[in-house]
């Protein structure tokens, strides 16, 4: 079974205009974090926002912020004011294995386009 | 520049040879990995070091390869008789305990093409 799933292979947005990008995960562990990359055409992944299992409220981080829904195991990321720079792959990852756990798993992505 | 880097960028090779990637973390980072990304899908664990010792490693990893961290600071991944499936994105990152639960900063990465 897929531990993150990101159902929008592609997204079109228009510029200026909010886009909400899904992620749902799947772990049995109490404690991981949530991430959100970016990977424009030039290939370097960006770290976006960051969200702890424990953490009550949602992270926000500039234009991101990151719609955390525990029992329902989602964690969308939403992006206000959309800018032509944001047109890039988008990966969503979850860190599991407990409060020391190093094994990040990624989403299969979702391309958005921002159109002007 | 400080940030994450790797060499070479572009390595391409005949089935059954074998290669080694470099990266070298951002200098004060004392966790490593390794990830490998195809085209069109997200990038995928392989390994994780933390100063020199090796703490985590795929169970998709093929013996075929391998990592090492001998001094805590840069890193080799080696790739024994390469396969046509190995060709990939060689992505490493690195990062710091406390910063954001473990942000990691990714280097260019190395695109290897086997042939």
């Known amino acids: 079974a897929q531990k993150i799933t990101q159902t929008q292979p592609g997204m079109f947005v228009q510029e200026k205009e909010a886009v909400t990008l899904d992620c749902t995960y799947d772990?049995?562990?109490?404690?991981?974090?949530l991430f959100w990359y970016k990977q424009p055409s030039s290939g370097e992944m960006i770290f976006l926002i960051y969200?702890?299992?424990?953490?009550?409220q949602n992270a926000t981080e500039g234009r991101y912020s990151l719609n955390f829904q525990k029992a329902r195991k989602s964690a969308n990321l939403v992006i206000s004011a959309s800018q032509l720079g944001d047109s890039a792959m988008y990966f969503c990852?979850?860190?599991?294995?407990?409060?020391?756990?190093?094994?990040?798993?990624f989403g299969p992505g979702t391309r958005l386009s921002v159109l002007p | 520049d400080t940030g994450v880097s790797q060499d070479p960028r572009h390595k391409i090779t005949k089935r059954g040879q074998n290669v080694t990637f470099r990266c070298d973390p951002i200098?004060?980072?004392?966790?490593l990995y390794w990830y490998r990304q195809t085209l069109g899908q997200g990038p995928e664990f392989l390994t994780y070091?933390?100063?020199?010792?090796?703490?985590?490693k795929s169970r998709l990893l093929s013996d075929r390869f391998s990592a090492e961290r001998p001094k805590g600071s840069f890193s080799t991944l080696e790739i024994q008789r390469t396969e046509q499936g190995d060709s990939a994105m060689y992505l490493c990152?690195?990062?710091?305990?406390?910063?954001?639960?473990?942000?990691?900063?990714f280097g260019p990465g190395t695109r290897l093409t086997v042939l």
């Open positions: 990152a690195s990062s710091f305990p406390g910063q954001w639960d473990n942000e990691q900063f």
């Open positions: 772990t049995s562990d109490p404690s991981y974090g």
């Open positions: 969200q702890g299992s424990y953490d009550q």
């Open positions: 990852a979850m860190r599991e294995g407990g409060d020391y756990g190093q094994n990040f798993v």
């Open positions: 200098s004060e980072h004392n966790r």
């Open positions: 070091f933390q100063n020199e010792a090796q703490l985590e």
